[in-house]
């Protein structure tokens, strides 16, 4: 299963994104392409605002965003992906799952 965690305080602060959804072997997975492709258009587009409005990390199996600037077309291109991430899980319950915490 993918996990995706909206970490938040006043607002987003980071976006962890962790494991294989095992819908189908690698390299045929739908539903991990949709989500990689969802994420890095998502990072593409904020480097693109902004190079220092997000920090990422990407390993295999894992993506964490860092909000760096609460730029306004930043987060909507955040908000945008994670609703469409949230959509997903929906469709995929079983291998996709989104959370939030909320730091005080």
Known sequence: ???IT???KSAIESIVISGHSGYK???SDIVCASISSMVITTVNACLKVDETSIDYEKKNGFVKIDIQKQDSMVILLIENMISLLEELASQYPKYVKVTEEVYL
């Open 6 to 8: 909206v970490k938040k």
């Open 1 to 3: 299963m993918t996990t």
């Open 25 to 27: 072997s690698e390299g």
